[in-house]
């Protein structure tokens, strides 16, 4: 009786083995964001793996991630591991994969793995899932003119720049108006030197500067290189 109960115990035991590899060793059906997309937009297609299934980066010369089209089939194909021993240690976690946007219609989307076990030679598909991609908004088309509309758009277009023309030419002759008013009242304004001669002997004197009387305008700089005044009038002494 006490054999028959070990063996039962141990075929159990044994069952149980056998069955968390296989219950940790699972690739779930693909989901998507958005889960309905329309054809102008991009899909994110995430996939949650168990244990002993798992997706890895490649290492230098080892298969890259590809994703291919074909009508009405999305694969992707990305290296990684298919193991069904009892020694997995790999977390369950999702990874996620960019689809571009795709044309609406209905897609079977394949998830497939090439095995590091068996040196990246065996491809397995490990997963599947339909997908429905709607038509998204159509681009606007931008209504063409007729001959009539473009003639009329071309008149509006030159009245307006010739009134804007005139407009602008107004204000040119106002400003150049104004400027010419403001030259006349600064040159009609009577304009004063006023000069401070030193007392050393050799210093020109008062008399020297406003004589003779009709003093040009050339006058003074004979005096002094570059002493000038513009058509002198008159002189005053400021001290005796």
Known sequence: MQTFIVRCLSMVALL??????????????????????????????????????????????EPTLRIEHSPGIVDIITPGV?????????PIATATFAVNALPSGDYQVRIWIIDAS????????VATSPLTVTQGPLPQAIPSLGGGAKILLSLTIFF??????????????????????????????????????AAGPNAPTPVMLVEPVSFSSGYLSALSSGFTAEDPIRAFYLLQ
Do not use: M
């Not at 989901?31 to 230098?60: D, E, K, L, M, Y």
């Not at 106002?174 to 009577?190: D, H």
């Open 160 to 197: 307006a720049a010739w009134r804007f023309y005139l407009a602008r030419r107004r204000a040119l002759l106002l400003v150049a108006a104004l400027l010419g008013s403001a030259t006349a009242s600064a040159q009609s304004a009577e304009k004063a030197l006023l000069v401070l001669l």
């Open 16 to 61: 149980l083995a056998l069955a968390v590899p296989a219950a940790q060793a699972f690739v779930d059906p693909p989901t998507f964001v958005p889960v309905a997309p329309n054809s102008a937009q991009p899909i994110t297609v995430s996939v949650r793996r168990g244990v002993c299934h798992g997706f890895i980066a490649p290492g230098p010369g």
């Open 118 to 125: 068996f040196n990246f030679l065996q491809t397995t598909l």
């Open 82 to 90: 298919i193991a069904f021993d009892g020694f997995c240690i790999w």
